[in-house]
């Protein structure tokens, strides 16, 4: 059974304080891994996908890389509006059970 | 262009009743997939359909099912309803079953009362 684990629940930081948010997974046979970006009230709103060990992409203050077991989205000199719940989600091989997300990272930016 | 679009945003429903959800993907996208999201579970997987095929299902019992048009957009049913059916309904479309990204709509809000 695929299982994906985000760390923290939540996190406060101040505005320009950089830092990391973790998401640990175990799937047979990766064929994506997703993350988004849920504000309250609204759907997951897309960010990336990483297809293998290794890889990075960028978008704005935000960098995820992937490695087997698990995925890191960094945030650089975050502003109030990167508030939001940041989920993680993976498609494994057969594709048959659809995404299997997280329970998110709450994060809070400061003023 | 155009995202995903759910109808109805609310709804209000009592217990027994049934309720029917409807999603548009974004124009080309053949795969539907429909998610429930509440504040214990998190998301989770209902299922999926690609050429008005339900390509596989997730966890849930038999009194949720759905289906898809020829034109792809797609359709959600929950009979008989219960209190713990109350949640964020999610529609998610792309162009086809997996890998290629999966883009939300911005659910509906159902509540059993």
């Known amino acids: 059974e695929d299982q994906v684990t985000q760390s923290p629940e939540a996190l406060r930081l101040q505005e320009g304080e950089s830092s990391s948010l973790n998401c640990s997974y175990t799937v047979s046979g990766l064929r994506g891994l997703f993350w988004y970006r849920q504000d309250p009230g609204k759907g997951p709103e897309f960010l990336f996908t990483l297809y293998s060990a290794g890889e990075e992409k960028e978008k704005e203050r935000l960098k995820a890389t992937l490695t087997k077991k698990e995925s890191f989205l960094h945030i650089t000199a975050p502003k109030p509006e990167d508030s939001a719940t940041y989920l993680c989600?993976?498609?494994?091989?057969?594709?048959?059970?659809?995404?299997?997300f997280g329970k998110g990272t709450h994060l809070i930016i400061q003023p | 262009k155009a995202g995903v679009t759910q109808t109805p945003r609310y709804l209000i429903k009592t217990r027994g009743q049934q309720v029917t959800l409807s999603c548009s993907p974004i124009?080309?996208?053949?795969?539907v997939s429909w998610y429930q999201q509440t504040p214990g579970q998190g998301l989770q997987f209902l299922f999926e359909y690609f050429s008005e095929t339900q390509r596989n299902k997730g966890n849930f019992p038999g009194r949720f099912s759905g289906r898809q048009f020829s034109n792809s957009r797609s359709e959600m049913n929950v009979s008989t309803l219960e209190l713990g059916d109350s949640a964020l309904y999610l529609c998610?479309?792309?162009?086809?079953?997996?890998?290629?990204?999966?883009?939300f709509g911005s659910g509906t809000r159902l509540t059993v009362v």
């Open positions: 124009s080309g996208h053949r795969s």
């Open positions: 989600a993976v498609l494994s091989g057969g594709g048959a059970d659809g995404l299997t």
């Open positions: 998610a479309s792309s162009l086809d079953p997996g890998g290629s990204g999966y883009t």
